[in-house]
């Protein structure tokens, strides 16, 4: 630069040669150098800085203690990634014909009436928005709406008032949380049933990318229901049976199934005693695992406000069969009917075979309470009958012991590659026709 400079002087003649200044160097020349010096300064310091900030993020995250710098990354980066894709997938299909589907048009209507922002409308549909009406109901009138637990709508009520009376955003805020510390959670007991931080990384890694895990971000009980079932079991392995009681009551208040996660929690209590049996043995149990009794407790609670507030103890079993036409049923002729049935049926039904496989052919005897827990996730949503098709891939999202076979399976950093590719694609899939078009074929 100061060569071309000094060229162009010359020949305006401005500098002379023998000018006592060429010599010196002129002021437009010692300008350039001045400027050149504290351009190279404020480089230096910028770079400094940066380092110095670095240097300060670099042991920022060495104080977070693991998991939560691992757990935290996959939050974020699942949250970032869903949301971009949802929006481009909903920018796409907008002045598509046909688009919304006429038998979602009026969901489509409803989620625009939650929030302007697509970001966040997204995430309500069908069941999200009876959430958002069962926490937006006043206590004081008659109660009819018994067709759901209330343990997640009715978490929303307070967090919405310290929101400004956002219950829609209150109900996001519960299920992110709540997604956030089934991840922690998964990680901890991973590390307990897979011996290595490898293998809770890759479990946890698989969690949020089972088929239907973007449902964990949604405005639904998914999240709440794993977190606090991760919880148990994680909690049971480390024998604090009061906190696996605290814990099992609320899971109960949440989705129905909750109650008979107290079978496979009882046979964590068995195993770490060596499956004794006898007089002596049970009173042992019994006064060690008595926590588990909450689990029903729970329940019945629910159970008891449906009595108070509308005169049926069974107020939620008969809203269920007038609502859905959902009656209790043997789950095997359910799914042999199905998988015979209308191809999107069937669909939904080859995913509950595929699960049900991995928990058998990954099945080790200590992991024994695991599979009969995904058995009975897989299982008691079919004894529903045909109505829970529409909600069966929502369903088998509880199933989280089908992520620590996968874990198991992928020591290789090859499957490992492979696998997460596949599950990403499939959810994917799966995320966009959620939103586009066939809502209906996961919720």
């Given at each position: 630069m100061?060569v071309?400079?000094r060229?162009?002087?010359?020949r305006?003649g ?18 350039e ?10 480089a230096?310091?910028l770079?400094?800085?940066t380092?110095?900030?670095g240097?300060g ?12 710098a691992y757990?935290?990354g996959l939050f974020?980066?699942?949250k ?6 949802g929006?481009?997938?909903?920018h796409?299909?907008?002045g598509i ?6 038998d979602e048009?009026?969901?489509?209507a409803?989620?625009r009436?939650?929030s302007?922002h ?9 069941d999200?928005?009876?959430y ?8 004081t ?9 209330l ?6 009520r307070p967090?919405g008032a310290v929101?400004?009376?956002d219950n829609?955003l209150?109900?996001?805020v519960?299920s992110?949380?709540a ?7 998964g990680?901890?007991l991973?590390e ?9 990384r890759r ?5 949020v990318?089972l088929?239907t ?9 998914e999240s709440?229901?794993?977190c606090?079932a991760l ?15 605290v814990?099992g009551y609320?899971?109960a208040?949440s ?9 496979p ?10 499956w004794?049996?006898?007089?002596r ?18 329940w019945?609670t ?5 009595r108070?507030r509308g005169?049926?103890w ?10 859905w036409?959902?009656r209790v ?5 359910v799914?042999?009917?199905g998988?015979a ?5 069937a669909a ?8 049900l496989?991995?928990?058998?052919a ?7 309470p695991y599979?009969?827990y995904?058995v009975l996730?897989?299982?008691v ?7 829970v098709?529409?909600?069966?891939l ?9 992520a620590l ?10 499957v ?5 590719a596949t599950l990403?694609?499939v959810?994917?899939v799966?995320f966009?026709?959620?939103?586009s078009?066939w809502t209906?074929?996961?919720?």
């Amino acid at each position: 630069m100061v060569v071309h400079f000094r060229f162009g002087v010359a020949r305006s003649g401005v500098q002379r040669e023998g000018d006592p200044r060429a010599a010196a160097g002129g002021p437009t020349e010692r300008g350039e150098r001045g400027r050149m010096h504290r351009w190279r300064s404020g480089a230096a310091a910028l770079a400094a800085r940066t380092a110095t900030a670095g240097r300060g993020g670099a042991r920022l995250a060495r104080r977070v203690p693991e998991p939560w710098a691992y757990v935290i990354g996959l939050f974020l980066g699942a949250k970032v990634l869903l949301t971009l894709l949802g929006l481009l997938a909903l920018h796409a299909w907008d002045g598509i014909p046909g688009a919304p589907p006429p038998d979602e048009a009026l969901m489509w209507a409803q989620q625009r009436e939650i929030s302007g922002h697509r970001w966040i409308s997204f995430w309500f549909a069908w069941d999200a928005l009876l959430y958002l009406r069962l926490s937006e109901l006043p206590l004081t009138g008659p109660w009819r709406d018994f067709g759901f637990p209330l343990l997640y709508p009715f978490l929303a009520r307070p967090l919405g008032a310290v929101l400004g009376g956002d219950n829609a955003l209150a109900l996001l805020v519960i299920s992110n949380v709540a997604f956030l510390l089934a991840l922690w959670y998964g990680y901890r007991l991973a590390e307990l049933l897979l011996g290595d931080a490898g293998a809770a990384r890759r479990f946890t890694r698989y969690l949020v990318l089972l088929p239907t895990a973007f449902l964990f971000q949604a405005a639904l009980t998914e999240s709440l229901f794993v977190c606090l079932a991760l919880a148990a079991f994680y909690y049971a392995e480390r024998r604090r049976w009061l906190l696996v009681g605290v814990l099992g009551y609320f899971l109960a208040m949440s989705r129905s199934v909750g109650l008979l996660v107290a079978l496979p929690l009882a046979l964590v209590l068995l195993r770490q005693h060596d499956w004794r049996l006898g007089p002596r043995a049970l009173l042992g149990y019994l006064r060690i695992g008595w926590p588990l009794l909450l689990l029903p407790a729970g329940w019945f609670t629910f159970m008891a406000y449906c009595r108070w507030r509308g005169g049926d103890w069974f107020a939620y079993q008969h809203a269920q069969e007038t609502g859905w036409g959902i009656r209790v049923q043997n789950p095997v002729p359910v799914l042999l009917h199905g998988l015979a049935g209308e191809p999107r049926d069937a669909a939904r039904l080859w995913f509950a075979v595929a699960v049900l496989a991995v928990l058998v052919a990954g099945f080790r005897r200590r992991e024994l309470p695991y599979l009969v827990y995904g058995v009975l996730m897989v299982l008691v949503p079919l004894s529903m009958g045909p109505a829970v098709y529409k909600s069966l891939l929502r369903y088998l999202l509880a199933v989280f012991p089908v992520a620590l076979v996968l874990a198991r399976w992928a020591r290789r950093a090859s499957v490992d590659v492979w696998l997460t590719a596949t599950l990403a694609v499939v959810q994917g899939v799966l995320f966009v026709l959620w939103l586009s078009y066939w809502t209906h074929m996961i919720i």
